[in-house]
């Protein structure tokens, strides 16, 4: 049996649900392919990029591309596909300054999955789960698909171990098991430490607003060329 190397135009790579995804800014689209390496769907880019995408992550909703944009700058966005379109969601510049420059070709984003532990009918604000001890109060999580293949997105107004509270009411009926996924998160690896390029850092920044949380110098952090989030 002959093993071949699946090919992509480009360096970055996610994949989702055993397909693997690579962004093109050539062709401003997201190519699909199977295992064997044959394309199997291709999505339209609905905002042309004109930089090549580094590293690409799947969070089991939105889609987050890494950006070389200019000298010492890094551009991450957020995208999701909708109508069959990848649509932009979320721009974040991290530009440099007096305190950080930035350079990377790995990131990855902090993102949890749990599911309903009981049913919960369309109208809810009160949502029983299995684990909701990542959740926080301003949250953007993804309810879904559910036995009728619906999906929707609430906001977090508080959470507890075993329940979460949202902003407003669900529209659909969510069954026992049903997933729930939501991100928290971006972590870029780094060859500077704040402007020194003599060590890397792991840089942390919120996902929802892009300020940066912290970050952690480390020789470890330099020169990374990939990666990926598995857990905390």
């Not at 792991?202 to 996902?207: E, N, Q, T, V």
Request: proline share 3%; net charge negative.
């Amino acid at each position: 049996m002959a093993y071949e190397n699946i090919r992509f135009r480009k360096q970055n790579i996610a994949i989702v649900e055993g397909y693997f995804w690579c962004m093109d800014n050539d062709s401003d689209s997201i190519t699909i392919k199977t295992d064997d390496g044959t394309v199997s769907f291709s999505y339209p880019l609905d905002t042309t990029i004109t930089n090549t995408v580094l590293s690409l992550e799947y969070d089991g909703r939105n889609i987050w591309s890494l950006e070389n944009t200019g000298t010492d700058k890094m551009t991450v966005k957020r995208w999701y596909i909708n109508n069959y379109v990848c649509t932009l969601r979320n721009t974040f510049d991290f530009i440099p300054g007096g305190s950080h420059k930035y350079s990377s070709e790995a990131m990855t984003i902090e993102h949890y999955h749990t599911t309903f532990s009981d049913y919960e009918s369309a109208g809810s604000s009160t949502l029983s789960v299995v684990d909701g001890s990542k959740m926080s109060s301003g949250y953007t999580i993804t309810l879904g698909p559910n036995n009728s293949g619906q999906i929707e997105e609430v906001s977090v107004s508080s959470a507890a171990p075993d329940h979460v509270n949202i902003n407003g009411t669900t529209q659909y009926n969510h069954e026992s098991g049903t997933p729930i996924s939501f991100y928290t998160n971006i972590w870029l690896f780094n060859d500077y430490s704040g402007v020194s390029a003599d060590t890397g850092a792991l840089y942390k920044f919120s996902a929802y607003t892009g300020s940066l949380v912290n970050y952690y110098p480390s020789g470890s952090f330099k020169d990374i060329k990939a990666c990926s989030f598995y857990d905390m």
